[in-house]
């Protein structure tokens, strides 16, 4: 998934997937377009986690908009074949369902998640930090349901016109993905999420919202 409420992503496509913090530092990948992408082990886990990171010119409050919003979510990765928000509280909490389409031979995932919004009073920064949430929506036949996931989208206030935001996340896809084929791909994700989160701010359409 691309936002976190954005949202949210997922293997070799964008997955929504919520906050912890650890103590092992991140190591820098690489860098592309202006964004940074950084991985470090998940504890108990041979999955990796990731962070992005990017600095750019734009309006704090259309950033805002597009990350972590209900009423933008349109601009989520294609592979995301249903989309609906349970519950929405502007600027505290969003409930997801989502059901992810991944190519042959694994199955179709299905999350169901909950977004907190916060801000912090220091810094102005915007916190939307995801995280799974268990029977809310019934699990279905046909389909692997993520339960192992957090996503935190960090949007920063600069001076001159500027903003920095970060998004760090996990997600176990279950299932019989082989961990080295999510490692091997998972630098991907967020660059792709960073790189749509970008375009769809400075997009015409986000000008006029």
Avoid at 102 to 111: G, I, Q
């Amino acid at each position: 998934m691309r936002s976190g409420p954005v949202f949210l992503l997922f293997l070799l496509f964008q997955l929504a997937v919520v906050p912890q913090l650890w103590g092992q530092g991140w190591n820098f990948i690489k860098e592309k377009d202006g964004i940074k992408i950084y991985t470090r082990n998940q504890p108990n886990s041979q999955l990796k986690s990731f962070k992005a990171e990017i600095t750019f010119k734009a309006d704090v409050h259309k950033v805002n908009l597009i990350v972590g919003d209900a009423r933008n979510i349109e601009w989520w990765d294609k592979d995301i074949i249903e989309k609906r928000v349970l519950a929405f509280e502007e600027n505290k909490i969003i409930r997801y369902y989502l059901v992810y389409n991944v190519p042959w031979p694994f199955s179709k995932r299905d999350l169901a998640l909950e977004a907190s919004i916060s801000i912090d009073p220091k810094t102005g920064d915007r916190i939307v930090a995801s995280k799974p949430v268990l029977n809310v929506v019934p699990e279905k036949e046909g389909l692997v349901r993520i339960k192992s996931y957090w996503q935190k989208w960090t949007v920063h206030p600069m001076d001159n016109g500027y903003v920095h935001v970060t998004l760090e996340g996990f997600v176990d896809p279950g299932g019989n993905v082989p961990w080295w084929l999510y490692n091997s791909v998972i630098t991907e994700t967020p660059m792709r999420v960073m790189k749509g989160m970008r375009d769809r701010v400075l997009s015409p359409a986000a000008a006029r919202e």
